[in-house]
């Protein structure tokens, strides 16, 4: 459970310096909560502040967060992926909730709708690491998936499935953002031990 004093306010846009001597370029990310409650203000949005502090241990370059919190609607879920795509020109779309298999859970259709291109490997690898916690992994449909130079993908709701997923998936995301031509994501190997291939690295 993600201890919710410690985490710093979600607003519209944080802003986070690059950390000493990273090599790598500014990265603008979104962060999007799909969740019709939390978008009420009946409960903490918990699942948005768990992605962001991932991003604050695991990444050196410097960030520009982008945060919305959203109702479960298709319309206004693609209208906030397009918006952050290529409005804010994100290079990363990181959504939160809305996966499973109820009549309101709808962001797989969302994200599919906006994407040009979907790849597989993020929504398999998810359920193989959520299986291994949880036998109801097998109900999610998370999926990942390509806007021109952006990559999205869907992640579970609670912080603990966020965080025990995206430690794993996030090892492929820099590379993958390098081939659709994005900006190089330098990361602390400590944190998220990302793979590239050595002609790749900057260091």
């Given at each position: 459970?993600?201890?919710?004093?410690?985490?710093?306010?979600?607003?519209?846009?944080?802003?986070?310096?690059?950390?000493?001597?990273?090599?790598?370029?500014?990265?603008?990310?979104?962060?999007?909560?799909?969740?019709?409650?939390?978008?009420?203000?009946?409960?903490?949005?918990e699942g948005g502040p768990?992605?962001?502090?991932?991003?604050?241990?695991?990444?050196?370059?410097?960030?520009?967060?982008?945060?919305?919190?959203?109702?479960?609607?298709?319309?206004?879920?693609?209208?906030?992926?397009?918006?952050?795509?290529?409005?804010?020109?994100?290079?990363?779309?990181?959504?939160?909730?809305?996966?499973?298999?109820?009549?309101?859970?709808?962001?797989?259709?969302?994200?599919?709708?906006?994407?040009?291109?979907?790849l597989d490997g993020f929504?398999?690898?998810?359920?193989?690491?959520?299986?291994?916690?949880?036998?109801t992994a097998i109900l999610?449909?998370?999926?990942?998936?390509?806007?021109?130079?952006?990559?999205?993908?869907?992640?579970?709701?609670?912080?603990?499935?966020?965080?025990?997923?995206?430690?794993?998936?996030?090892?492929?995301?820099?590379?993958?953002?390098?081939?659709?031509?994005?900006?190089?994501?330098?990361?602390?190997?400590?944190?998220?031990?990302?793979?590239?291939?050595?002609?790749?690295?900057?260091?």
């Amino acid at each position: 459970m993600v201890n919710t004093e410690l985490v710093i306010h979600l607003d519209q846009l944080n802003h986070l310096d690059g950390k000493p001597n990273n090599c790598g370029d500014l990265v603008k990310i979104g962060i999007l909560t799909i969740s019709d409650r939390a978008s009420q203000g009946e409960y903490l949005d918990e699942g948005g502040p768990a992605i962001l502090e991932f991003l604050k241990e695991a990444i050196l370059s410097p960030l520009e967060v982008y945060y919305s919190c959203i109702a479960d609607e298709v319309a206004e879920i693609e209208s906030e992926l397009i918006r952050f795509a290529d409005d804010m020109d994100c290079s990363v779309i990181v959504t939160t909730g809305g996966t499973g298999p109820a009549q309101r859970d709808v962001t797989p259709e969302a994200t599919i709708a906006v994407c040009d291109r979907i790849l597989d490997g993020f929504g398999e690898q998810m359920r193989a690491i959520s299986l291994q916690y949880v036998p109801t992994a097998i109900l999610s449909r998370q999926v990942g998936g390509t806007r021109g130079k952006c990559l999205i993908f869907n992640l579970p709701g609670r912080p603990k499935a966020i965080r025990e997923t995206i430690d794993e998936i996030w090892r492929a995301v820099p590379y993958c953002v390098d081939l659709i031509g994005g900006p190089y994501i330098d990361m602390d190997e400590g944190v998220c031990d990302s793979f590239r291939p050595k002609d790749a690295r900057r260091r």
